[in-house]
């Protein structure tokens, strides 16, 4: 879509949404990803929000509410919830 219907049909909220949303999410952030897994391989120690921009929303992202607390619900989808729901008695429990 050309930028002159943009600016004459996309409503000024919408943008704020695509803004908010590339700040979260980078252009090309998987590109770099991908190539800062591969320097990784190759003995690279740095962090990887050091060696590319992109990556600094990606790997610092907080997940937190408006209040400043943390949300419940991201526990469900995370590898820590899933290896408590298999441990039983905390002798299965490997965190490392």
Same mark, same amino acid.
Request: glycine share 4%.
């Given at each position: 879509?050309?930028?002159?219907?943009?600016?004459?049909?996309?409503?000024?909220?919408?943008?704020?949404?695509?803004?908010?949303?590339?700040?979260?999410?980078?252009?090309?952030?998987?590109?770099?990803?991908? &190539?800062?897994? +591969? *320097?990784?391989?190759? @003995?690279? !120690?740095?962090?990887? %929000?050091?060696?590319?921009?992109?990556?600094?929303?990606?790997?610092?992202?907080?997940?937190?509410?408006?209040?400043?607390?943390?949300?419940?619900?991201?526990?469900?989808?995370?590898?820590?919830? &899933?290896?408590? +729901? *298999?441990?039983?008695? @905390?002798? !299965?429990?490997?965190? %490392?």
């Amino acid at each position: 879509m050309p930028v002159y219907k943009l600016v004459d049909e996309m409503p000024y909220e919408e943008l704020l949404g695509w803004m908010a949303y590339f700040e979260k999410r980078p252009v090309d952030w998987r590109d770099d990803d991908r &190539t800062y897994k +591969l *320097l990784q391989v190759q @003995g690279v !120690k740095e962090k990887p %929000w050091k060696l590319f921009s992109t990556l600094n929303p990606i790997y610092n992202a907080t997940n937190k509410n408006t209040d400043g607390t943390l949300d419940p619900n991201n526990l469900k989808q995370s590898a820590m919830f &899933t290896k408590m +729901l *298999l441990a039983r008695n @905390g002798d !299965k429990l490997d965190l %490392w």
